[in-house]
């Protein structure tokens, strides 16, 4: 469900037919349907739909769909607007992970995950309003600046870690923790975004088996379909890490093909990494989930020697001041863009705008609100 707003070739999403517990998925679309239905009600009265928004610029573009800069007319705010075909979603199907985003999304609520403001479809597409972080993706960085200082990985992983210990806090394992999918604000802070392979467990406990990811930041258990659990986060925690630090990725695979001989050994890291750092990311990386560190909770991670000058108190509230402040000339100043998406045309807007049809029942409880954003 990725897109993507600067490319990286190599990067391909994988996903193999799940064995996944019927009652988890169950307990997913009748809760999402029963919120929906009663939000639903709610948009019937706001009537949000594409005719509220100009659309500006393309920000990024995916197998579905793309992201366009958007404003909300009714009081002149930016918005990042994700729009889904129908479609391919149906052809792919991939309706579940669909509602498992739009459910997440509204389920969220965390300094550094994605807020979303408005979900609503017409006959041909989906869409979802959300918070425009005008920093771009750490990917975009991380082709500029290659590698970082300590101080600044400390940063970044820091904030990283209070999202993923949030979301497995809510029974939710994020299944796509890569350098695409972590926004940098204007303010220099991240957010999480794009959580269409998120996963809900009924008990912290439960193991999933779907094979679904971005090869390259997948952890072992998932690969060797062993079946695997929140730990799984924490490899990816660990891969980004590296990547922070040395400017390149340490598993290669060749165009999505996963050579699983590449876990057979502990990672090779450069002796220019610090010391703690080094430590810390060996342990996140350990191919056995169940001595890697994480796997008792994110407390184990917090409290490595790497994370012993951080106040996390102080991380959540956002009173750590961030490396890196993005330069903005203005509210649409799109540099930390990819210019072959930000120069594309925007399309115009047509007639398909009968919200509450009956083509829509696929995505039935689609459509939200955030009661702030009217």
């Known amino acids: ?25 169950k307990k997913m679309n009748e ?3 029963s919120k929906g239905e009663n939000i639903l009600e709610e948009n019937k009265e706001s009537k949000i739909s594409l005719q509220d928004f100009q659309k500006l610029k ?8 793309k992201v366009v800069l958007v ?13 889904l075909k129908k479609k391919y979603i149906i052809k792919k199907k991939q309706i579940d992970h669909t509602k498992t985003e739009r459910y997440v999304l509204e389920k969220l609520n965390h300094p550094f995950i994605v807020k979303l403001h408005f979900a609503f479809q017409d006959e041909k597409k989906l869409y979802f309003v959300t ?3 005008q920093g771009g993706e750490l990917f975009f960085h991380l082709l500029k600046n290659s590698k970082y200082k ?21 029974n939710l394992i994020y299944r796509d923790l890569k350098p695409e999918n972590i926004l940098i604000a204007r303010d220099g802070h991240i957010k999480l975004t794009d959580f269409g392979l998120s996963k809900l467990l009924t008990e912290p406990s439960d193991k999933t088996y779907t094979i679904c990811g971005t090869p390259e ?3 072992p258990e998932i690969i060797l379909e062993k079946g695997y659990d929140k730990t799984c986060d924490w490899f990816s925690f660990g891969v980004i890490m590296f990547e922070m630090f040395c400017g390149y990725h340490p598993y290669k695979h060749n165009q999505g093909k996963i050579n699983k001989d590449l876990y057979s050994k502990p990672l090779r890291i450069p002796d220019y990494v610090p010391k703690f750092a080094k430590d810390l990311i060996l342990k996140l990386t350990v191919t056995n989930p169940k001595k890697r560190i ?13 994370f012993s000058e951080v106040n996390f108190d102080k991380v959540i509230n956002k009173k750590v001041k961030p490396p890196f402040i993005p330069k903005i000339k203005n509210e649409t100043d799109l540099k930390y863009f990819d210019k072959e998406f930000t120069s594309e045309m925007v399309e115009t807007y047509d007639n398909r705008m009968s919200l509450f049809n009956n083509n829509n029942v696929a995505f039935d409880g689609f459509s939200y609100a955030l009661k702030e954003s009217l």
């Open 1 to 25: 469900m990725g897109i993507c707003c600067c490319k990286r070739s190599t990067s391909t999403a994988l996903e193999k037919i799940p064995n996944s517990n019927k009652n988890i998925e």
């Open 31 to 33: 809760n999402f349907k």
């Open 58 to 65: 393309v920000l990024g573009r995916g197998a579905f769909g």
């Open 71 to 83: 404003k909300f007319l009714q009081t002149n705010e930016l918005f990042a607007l994700k729009i």
């Open 131 to 133: 918070e425009f972080m």
């Open 150 to 170: 300590e101080k600044d990985v400390r940063f970044y992983m820091s904030e990283i870690l209070l999202a993923i210990e949030y979301m497995h806090s809510q």
């Open 217 to 219: 930041y997948l952890a």
């Open 294 to 306: 994480g796997y008792n909770g994110a407390n184990e991670v917090k409290s490595h020697s790497f």
